[in-house]
């Protein structure tokens, strides 16, 4: 079984960054691609960015694009999301997922 620990949410103004990282623990032998999603209030659970296993291919939401970076260590068993530029509708609970597997979230709040 693995789980996901994200971290690094917090309040941030507009304009500034964050990082986010997820590890894995457990059996992390059968891990590949893995994602981050969030979800705002009110609004269903959207793709955000995602990495394949060696994190040569990564693709982002149009809405991210040229603002946030996708990547791994996987030495480490984790995945970052760099988040610059933030804005105050990037405001939401930011989840990690790999395969079937979901963190509990962490969440990032913009102020204008």
């Known amino acids: 079984q693995v789980q996901l620990i994200e971290s690094g949410g917090g309040l941030v103004q507009n304009g500034g960054s964050l990082r986010l990282s997820c590890t894995a623990s457990?059996?992390?032998?059968?891990?590949?691609?893995m994602g981050w999603f969030r979800q705002a209030p009110g609004k269903e659970r959207e793709v955000v960015a995602q990495?394949?296993?060696?994190?040569?291919?990564?693709s982002y939401a149009d809405s991210v694009k040229g603002r946030f970076t996708i990547s791994r260590d996987n030495a480490k068993n984790t995945v970052l999301l760099q988040m610059n530029s933030l804005k105050p509708e990037d405001t939401a609970v930011y989840y990690c997922?790999?395969?079937?597997?979901w963190g509990r979230g962490t969440q990032v709040t913009v102020s204008s």
């Open positions: 457990g059996d992390t032998s059968g891990i590949y691609a």
């Open positions: 990495i394949n296993w060696s994190g040569r291919t990564t």
């Open positions: 997922k790999s395969d079937t597997v």
